[in-house]
């Protein structure tokens, strides 16, 4: 059962304003949601040593009934564009201890929004899976690791800074930066990267004048070489976010498959190849097998080429072994530049340099660069 703590939680309780909840208290109200959301009630009794066995956490009841009572009393409010207030809920609308249990009930908009279509799941629920959230000590951490979620297949949105106090309830606590940064997002950040195995997250300051004013979020995926921005071209960049449309290319892509492509064909052909890839309608094992095999496909087909008088064709004939000695030599001091120990940014360099090189004299001065 354990393995399976996983909740679909509507977007709409994530990013809530002025949150005081602890970081145990957190995980307790997405454990009670994922218990409504899969017994389809808005009103559950459940065994109190259920909750402390699952969530690993001391059996304290006072701070068990502290925790659902500080859920009680948390307000969603909605307003209109005018910023007037219109409507709200509570996050939990009842709890009592009954026997050895405690009765829960949410509100009737909150269980609407957990039993809601499965086609809009991907649309508008993030996947919160509770053993991950679990292994998080500080609330500050948990309240970014649900935002990081929301966001993860695309890019995460610049935060105004009071926004983020209003977000992780430090509004009246660190009313100098420098101590939310210390406190709340340097400490956050770490945490995260610490266990996170898929995305490495960083936070740039923005500021107007000399105050911080905004903070914009980044992630690179873990184990994967970055690939610097000269070598991706704006057409480029569209081609991939256009493939990663197709769900069966998004769920296999690869960034360090992709800067190997980058570096091994021409830019035109990679295109045309990921153009082939967003067509595709079945699932993918392998992202750089299959857009390899794409490419290779599109460069032999241009190899076809129409009969032309003998001596042209003779002419023609040299041209394409010296090209092909070239080929040659280009191909193994490629290999000798990725197996060279330097860092990744002056390989890439390297790989530019051998790119542009025509002719063999060229490729010989470049080959006495690299081993000197």
Same mark, same amino acid.
């Given at each position: 059962?354990?393995?399976?703590?996983?909740?679909?939680?509507?977007?709409?309780?994530?990013?809530?304003?002025?949150?005081?909840?602890?970081?145990?208290?957190?995980?307790?109200?997405?454990?009670?949601?994922?218990?409504?959301?899969?017994? /389809?009630?808005?009103?559950? +009794?459940?065994?109190?040593? $259920?909750?402390? %066995?699952?969530?690993?956490? !001391? #059996?304290? *009841?006072? =701070?068990?009934?502290?925790?659902?009572?500080?859920?009680?009393?948390?307000?969603?409010?909605?307003?209109?564009?005018?910023?007037?207030?219109?409507?709200?809920?509570?996050?939990?609308?009842?709890?009592?201890?009954?026997?050895?249990?405690?009765?829960?009930?949410?509100?009737?908009?909150?269980?609407?929004?957990?039993?809601?279509?499965?086609?809009?799941?991907?649309?508008?629920?993030?996947?919160?899976?509770?053993?991950?959230?679990?292994?998080?000590?500080?609330?500050?951490?948990?309240?970014?690791?649900?935002?990081?979620?929301?966001?993860? /297949?695309?890019?995460?949105? +610049?935060?105004?800074?009071? $926004?983020?106090? %209003?977000?992780?309830?430090? !509004? #009246?606590? *660190?009313? =100098?930066?420098?101590?939310?940064?210390?406190?709340?997002?340097?400490?956050?950040?770490?945490?995260?990267?610490?266990?996170?195995?898929?995305?490495?997250?960083?936070?740039?300051?923005?500021?107007?004048?000399?105050?911080?004013?905004?903070?914009?979020?980044?992630?690179?995926?873990?184990?994967?070489?970055?690939?610097?921005?000269?070598?991706?071209?704006?057409?480029?960049?569209?081609?991939?976010?256009?493939?990663?449309?197709?769900?069966?290319?998004?769920?296999?892509?690869?960034?360090?498959?992709?800067?190997?492509?980058?570096?091994?064909?021409?830019?035109?052909?990679? +295109?045309?190849?990921?153009? $082939?890839?967003?067509?595709?309608?079945?699932?993918? #094992?392998?992202?750089?097998?299959?857009?390899?095999?794409?490419?290779?496909?599109?460069?032999?087909?241009?190899?076809?080429?129409?009969?032309?008088?003998?001596?042209?064709?003779?002419?023609?004939?040299?041209?394409?072994?010296?090209?092909?000695?070239?080929?040659?030599?280009?191909?193994?001091?490629?290999?000798?530049?990725?197996?060279?120990?330097?860092?990744?940014?002056?390989?890439?360099?390297?790989?530019?340099?051998?790119?542009?090189?025509?002719?063999?004299?060229?490729?010989?001065?470049?080959?006495?660069?690299?081993?000197?």
């Amino acid at each position: 059962m354990k393995n399976k703590l996983t909740i679909y939680k509507p977007n709409e309780l994530i990013e809530i304003v002025g949150n005081p909840i602890s970081a145990v208290g957190l995980v307790t109200y997405n454990f009670l949601l994922h218990k409504f959301q899969n017994l /389809k009630k808005d009103k559950i +009794i459940i065994s109190m040593s $259920e909750i402390f %066995n699952v969530l690993e956490i !001391s #059996d304290n *009841y006072d =701070e068990l009934f502290n925790y659902l009572d500080s859920l009680r009393n948390i307000s969603v409010l909605s307003r209109d564009s005018k910023g007037k207030l219109w409507g709200g809920f509570n996050l939990l609308s009842e709890f009592k201890k009954v026997g050895n249990g405690v009765f829960v009930q949410i509100p009737d908009t909150i269980f609407k929004a957990l039993c809601g279509d499965e086609n809009e799941k991907s649309l508008y629920y993030t996947t919160i899976k509770l053993l991950e959230q679990r292994i998080y000590k500080c609330s500050y951490t948990i309240i970014f690791y649900e935002i990081f979620k929301k966001y993860e /297949k695309v890019n995460i949105p +610049i935060f105004n800074l009071e $926004e983020l106090k %209003n977000i992780t309830g430090t !509004s #009246d606590r *660190y009313l =100098e930066y420098r101590y939310f940064k210390r406190d709340v997002l340097t400490k956050s950040i770490a945490e995260i990267n610490k266990f996170d195995s898929k995305y490495n997250y960083s936070f740039e300051e923005k500021k107007i004048g000399r105050k911080v004013n905004e903070i914009k979020f980044s992630k690179v995926e873990k184990n994967l070489i970055d690939i610097p921005e000269n070598l991706i071209s704006e057409k480029l960049e569209k081609a991939i976010l256009k493939a990663r449309k197709n769900r069966f290319v998004d769920e296999v892509y690869s960034a360090k498959a992709m800067e190997k492509l980058i570096l091994k064909y021409n830019e035109e052909d990679i +295109i045309k190849g990921l153009n $082939e890839l967003y067509k595709y309608n079945s699932e993918i #094992d392998n992202f750089s097998k299959i857009l390899n095999s794409k490419i290779k496909e599109i460069v032999d087909s241009k190899k076809v080429k129409p009969k032309k008088e003998a001596v042209k064709v003779a002419k023609q004939k040299v041209e394409v072994l010296e090209k092909s000695e070239l080929d040659l030599e280009k191909e193994k001091l490629s290999i000798l530049i990725f197996k060279i120990d330097l860092p990744t940014r002056e390989r890439i360099m390297l790989f530019g340099e051998l790119s542009v090189v025509e002719d063999l004299e060229s490729l010989k001065k470049l080959r006495d660069k690299i081993k000197s």
